[in-house]
Each structure stands twice: as structure tokens, then as C-alpha cells.
């Protein structure tokens, strides 16, 4: 007998519901999921609308819209490998380099064949080099960004340019602001979804650093040569792929260097990278650099953290560590993870014998380390970590020098004595020639110091 044709609907429609419910996009806190839909509707219906009030595109538009679409695929199927490799090792914001052929469209194209490509080379880039690592709902969400940058570049030279040749009306000053609004639109997007995804957003996370946003002009700016070149020959077009594969390698060396030098949890110096540099540094101190100090910092009571709370939430909570040591210290200081809970500083140190600046940076660390509230997001609401401690130990290094080997080993040597007077203080080792009394008081802390 056969079933009747709405059996099976019930247990579809449920399955189905069910799928949707799964998506990795709920995972988010609830007020980004919104974000992320409003700016991905937002983009949908402003093409829409655009799309309803302009004429169809003409031929000669559609041939442009399929050249730059097809440059980007085979841009993308070109640069495969090293852009996988780029996208396992880099650290930080991702620039897209695709943007060359995306905001040429956005110069030269109408806005609707301008946000095609923009889709079908974004998505294109993510179904062959970034999947599974990187989920749908933020690939469509980066495409969107882009569908409004483009739709932004392109109505700039809509009111700057007019005529045949749009874009040889509006000239260098309309090009040049429509970069800027290009990258503003993109940028401030995708910068606006990290701030409220990260639960201590900084700057350098949010914005990206200064090299990636002068790629990312660089790499605009041949985007605006590759709309000129289609406009007065297409076959010029062709010109721009080769500097950009070359480009794409070079930046790939950039990320391999960062990426044997950089702790990738924490965005510190590795271990190595540190003794590499720390050395360095050591050695070419003069007399008028004065001395240098080291700081071993060990967070107490980690692996209480990592099985409460599991390690995602422990590699947060790292972060946000390494954060407020990068706070506390200028510049020029060398920060650096050496594995684990444990934490390095190489300071430049105050005049000879005299340990006050050093023990009062480690003094600061330590209080902003205790005042930390670590916010992790979770599918059952924010958690917040907070009562984290840690002890430092510190060695000065005297005004003749002294080797990076004995300034940590004294270091470390401290540090053990910070954890046996019961954690969450800050003591200090004597490097040879630093005379010190046991049990004298460092000025202005309050704290003893120990000599070794």
C-alpha cells in the first residue's frame, strides 16, 4: 500500500529544523549572530534595490564582470597551495589579496555585477582554500563586508565620475577616496565583529597590524591599475597576475618568519625567538644603555583553570595574560612565552645595583594580573574567569654585564622562592656584582628580597 504523500513531511521538516539549529552560527553570543545577520541582509537588499533601479548591464559589462571573476579563480587555483599554507601559519588578521580583482569590479563595473564578483571570488577562495578550517557563516559574513565595500567604492565614482568613462571623469582624487571608502567599509566591519567576538579585544587584534593595513592599500592600489588597464585594453589585464602570485609568496615568507618566531596562543616570542633577540640585546648594551633585568613569571594555579574550565578557556585565559604583561612593559622590552604558565621579560634596567625600577614593574604585572576579569564566550552564556595570581622572579643585571644564562637561572631561582612564600609575590635574586644584604627591603614595595 502506498504511504500517503504528507507521511513523511512531519519527520523531514524535523530533521531539517533540526540541522538549522546546529549551525555554527548559534554558537556566537546572541547579540553578534545579530550583527552578523543585519550586515549580511543589509548587504542582500541594498544589491536588491540597486539591481532594481538600474538598467540591465550591457554586454561589454558582463564580459568585464566574467573576466575579473574568472582572473580571481584562477588567481585563487594558481596561488592554492601557498595560500593554504599562509592562512595554517599566519598570525592575526587574514588580508585578502583577492581585493585586487574585487575592487577593480567596484571601480568599473555596475554595483550588481561588481557585488557577483565580489561573491564568486570570495566564496570561490573559501570552498578551495578554506574550508573546513574556517566556518561558512563567516566566509558568507567577510563576503558581505566586501559586497558593501564595493557597493561604497562604486557610488563615490558614481557621483564623482559621469559620462561614457565614469571612471576617467572621476580621476585620482575619486579613485583615492573610493579606496579609502572601500577599506574603511571592510575594515571597520570586519574590526566591529572582533571587538564583539573577543572577550579583551586590543587594538593590534581588532584594527591588524600596520604591515597587513599597508598590504591591503598596496594591494587596493593594484586593484585600481587593474580597472584603468581593463578600461584601455582588457587584455592588460592579464599583467597584473603574475606580481600577484609573487606577491602572495613573499607575504607567505613573512608569515613562515613570524610563525617559527611567535607563540601562536599568545602572540609573544617563543622561546627560542626570546633567547635569539635577549641575546642579542645583551650583547650590544653599552655603558649608557645601563644594565638589563629579566623577569620569570609563572601563573599560579593554572591547571586549575584548564580542569575547571577545560583549555580553550585556558589558552584565553594565557592570552589575556600576555596581554597585560605587554601593557606593563614599553616597547622596546622582550616579552616572551617559554612554555606552559611561564612567562619572560627582558627590561632595560635602571642605574647599576640599583633595583627599584625592575622590582616595581614586576610589582605592577603582578597587581594587574590579579585584577584581570577574563570574559569567554560559551554556547551557555559569557564565562568569567578572574582571582588569577602570579609570582615573579627577578634577577638585575650588574653594570659590567652579565650573561643570559646566569640572569635566568637567578631569575628562576627567585621565582621558586616567590612560590614557596606562598604565591602572588614578586622576589628578587643578586646577579654577581650586586651586592645586596639578605632581607633588605626593596625601596617603595614592601615586599623582601631575597639574595642569592
Avoid at 641575546?279 to 584548564?306: C, I, M, T, Y
Avoid at 643585571?397 to 604565591?423: I, M, S, W
Wanted: aromatic residues 4%; charged residues 15%; neutral net charge.
Amino acid at each position: 500500500m502506498p504511504a500517503h504523500p504528507g507521511a513523511g513531511r512531519p519527520a523531514v521538516r524535523a530533521i531539517r529544523a533540526w540541522t538549522i539549529r546546529r549551525w555554527p552560527l548559534w554558537e556566537l553570543p546572541h547579540r553578534l549572530a545579530v550583527a552578523v545577520l543585519v550586515v549580511e541582509v543589509t548587504a542582500v537588499g541594498l544589491v536588491v534595490a540597486t539591481a532594481s533601479r538600474m538598467p540591465l548591464p550591457g554586454t561589454l559589462e558582463l564580459l568585464h564582470a566574467a573576466l575579473l571573476a574568472g582572473l580571481g579563480i584562477l588567481h585563487t587555483e594558481t596561488a592554492m597551495g601557498v595560500e593554504r599554507l599562509r592562512r595554517r601559519v599566519m598570525v592575526g588578521n587574514h588580508a585578502n589579496l583577492s581585493s585586487v580583482w574585487t575592487f577593480a569590479g567596484a571601480l568599473v563595473l555596475p554595483p550588481v555585477c561588481a557585488a557577483v564578483v565580489a561573491v564568486v571570488v570570495h566564496l570561490h577562495i573559501w570552498a578551495r582554500t578554506g574550508r573546513p578550517r574556517v566556518p561558512l557563516y563567516r566566509s558568507v559574513y567577510s563576503a558581505a563586508t566586501i559586497v558593501l565595500a564595493c557597493l561604497g567604492a562604486a557610488a563615490v565614482v558614481g557621483l564623482l565620475g559621469s559620462g561614457p568613462d565614469p571612471l576617467a571623469a572621476a580621476g585620482v582624487p575619486g579613485i583615492t577616496l573610493a579606496l579609502l571608502v572601500y577599506t574603511s567599509i571592510n575594515t571597520g566591519l570586519v574590526a566591529g565583529a572582533i571587538a564583539m567576538s573577543a572577550p579583551q579585544p586590543d587594538l593590534v587584534r581588532v584594527l591588524g597590524r600596520w604591515d597587513d593595513n599597508l598590504l591591503e592599500i598596496a594591494t587596493l592600489s593594484l586593484g585600481a591599475l587593474t580597472a584603468v588597464a581593463l578600461v584601455l585594453n582588457p587584455w592588460l589585464v592579464l599583467l597584473a597576475l603574475p606580481p600577484l602570485v609573487v606577491l602572495h609568496r613573499a607575504v607567505l615568507v613573512q608569515h613562515l618568519e613570524e610563525a617559527a618566531s611567535i607563540d601562536g596562543k599568545t602572540g609573544l616570542l617563543n622561546a627560542v625567538a626570546w633567547h635569539e633577540q635577549a641575546e642579542r640585546l645583551l650583547q650590544r648594551s653599552s655603558p649608557a644603555d645601563g644594565p638589563r633585568g629579566v623577569l620569570v613569571l609563572d601563573l599560579d594555579h593554572f591547571k586549575a583553570v584548564n580542569d575547571t574550565h577545560g583549555h580553550l578557556a585556558g589558552d584565553q585565559v594565557l592570552a589575556a595574560v600576555a596581554g597585560a604583561l605587554r601593557a606593563e612593559v614599553r616597547e622596546r622590552d622582550l616579552v616572551g612565552r617559554f612554555g606552559g604558565e611561564e612567562f619572560v621579560v627582558l627590561l632595560a634596567g635602571p642605574p647599576a645595583g640599583d633595583a627599584a625600577e625592575l622590582e616595581a614593574v614586576a610589582e605592577r604585572i603582578r597587581t594587574r594580573v590579579a585584577r584581570l576579569r577574563v570574559e569567554i564566550p560559551t554556547p551557555d552564556g559569557p564565562l568569567s574567569v578572574s582571582g588569577l595570581t602570579v609570582s615573579i622572579g627577578v634577577a638585575v643585571a650588574p653594570a659590567e654585564g652579565a650573561d643570559l644564562r646566569t640572569l635566568l637561572q637567578v631569575a628562576d631561582t627567585a621565582l621558586y622562592a616567590a612560590k614557596r612564600a606562598g604565591r602572588n609575590v614578586v622576589r628578587t635574586g643578586t646577579s654577581p656584582g650586586i651586592p645586596r644584604q639578605a632581607g633588605e627591603q626593596a625601596p617603595g614595595t614592601g615586599w623582601m628580597v631575597d639574595a642569592e
